[in-house]
């Protein structure tokens, strides 16, 4: 009778572990690794290496920012110029604006292809300094521009090759920009996911942009023309950019457009935070409160990178993953990040 009614709360308490297990795995597994410009930590960004290198790392979802050339096509670029990650001043001198840049919108497709890409550097007394000096050397081996349309089809043929199903992340690059010079390029980008398969909200894609203003054309005009529902999200850099989101109801107001926000991860974690006193914000609670995710930028293993407040790298996604209770990180290191989430 005792040894039964024994066998019957063991049975009753292992129950509870093996629930619990399983609910602690699936929360982990929610958490997903974004590689930000791809494995930009070790090569050159939005390169087709550093897309390839991040799908083998493990990363969730492969990042692409998205700019338009002279002649429509879409291209993977970070910046709307092309003179911080390109040799476009020394193929192209004539080019140059009066501003002293070089701008995408000012090439055609066959004029980006005769450039070499690099790790992306500042021009000091006339010569190259890299941003990150322990990053890919610039000049040595070849890289250049992909085409968006070259890098999706590379993540979806290594996700036929290798049967995993890495998620791309797109974001509209300057589209108020683009719009004064007459491309609609939120349109052209929606139009080329649709072609390639991304339709609704089910498909491994997250659109994002940091102009709230182009998000809700996308919603409201260009995916019902379109018929596509993809994921949307609000990327923002702080409380100045739309202080309105910061108050009581703006989440509420965010998620009627978006089903994710991207902010600068100060706006999770206070920068002000020390080892002893960290300050989680309130903002993950009201993004989530209101149906939304939150997918922070951009966590870096460089000198200099890793806040105060944080003993290493790994304890920063410690903080920000489980005590700030964030979705997803932008990293240049998914190698690193995919390796904490497994390890814990």
Same mark, same amino acid.
């Given at each position: ?10 049975? =009753? ?16 597994? $929610? ?17 087709? $290496? ?39 001043? @020394? ?36 010569? =190259? ?16 521009? /992909? ?11 290594? +996700?036929?090759?290798?049967?995993? +199903? ?81 108050? @009581? ?84 290191? /998914? ?10």
């Amino acid at each position: 009778m005792h040894s039964s009614r024994f066998r019957s709360i063991a049975a =009753k308490a292992i129950g509870v572990l093996l629930m619990t297990a399983t609910l602690s795995t699936q929360a982990q597994s $929610q958490k997903v690794v974004i590689a930000h410009r791809g494995a930009s930590g070790y090569l050159p960004e939005h390169t087709l $290496q550093a897309k390839a290198m991040a799908f083998a790392m493990g990363a969730d979802y492969i990042e692409q920012d998205v700019v338009m050339t002279s002649d429509d096509h879409l291209i993977v670029l970070h910046d709307i110029t092309l003179d911080r990650t390109t040799d476009v001043a @020394e193929r192209f001198p004539d080019r140059v604006r009066d501003d002293g840049r070089y701008y995408a919108i000012d090439f055609t497709l066959a004029e980006v292809r005769q450039l070499r890409a690099s790790e992306g550097f500042d021009i000091e007394n006339g010569e =190259k300094k890299q941003g990150y000096a322990n990053r890919f050397p610039i000049g040595e081996s070849t890289f250049s521009v /992909p085409t968006l349309s070259e890098e999706i089809e590379l993540i979806q043929g290594m +996700n036929k090759s290798t049967g995993k +199903n890495v998620g791309i992340y797109p974001e509209i690059k300057g589209p108020e920009f683009h719009r004064e010079a007459g491309k609609d390029i939120s349109s052209a980008v929606v139009r080329m996911l649709k072609s390639y398969g991304y339709a609704s909200k089910q498909d491994k894609v997250f659109l994002q942009t940091f102009s709230f203003e182009e998000l809700k054309i996308i919603h409201d005009e260009i995916m019902p023309a379109q018929g596509v529902d993809l994921n949307l999200v609000q990327l923002i850099g702080g409380v100045s950019s739309y202080p309105w989101m910061f108050e @009581e109801d703006g989440m509420d107001k965010l998620s009627a457009f978006a089903d994710g926000v991207g902010p600068e991860k100060g706006l999770v974690v206070s920068r002000d935070s020390q080892k002893a006193n960290i300050q989680v914000s309130d903002f993950v609670t009201r993004a989530h409160a209101a149906g939304m995710q939150v997918h922070p930028y951009t966590y870096r293993l460089d000198p200099g990178q890793v806040p105060d407040y944080a003993n290493s790298y790994e304890d920063l996604l410690e903080i920000h993953y489980f005590r700030a209770d964030i979705d997803g990180v932008f990293t240049d290191f /998914p190698d690193r990040a995919v390796e904490f989430l497994r390890n814990r």
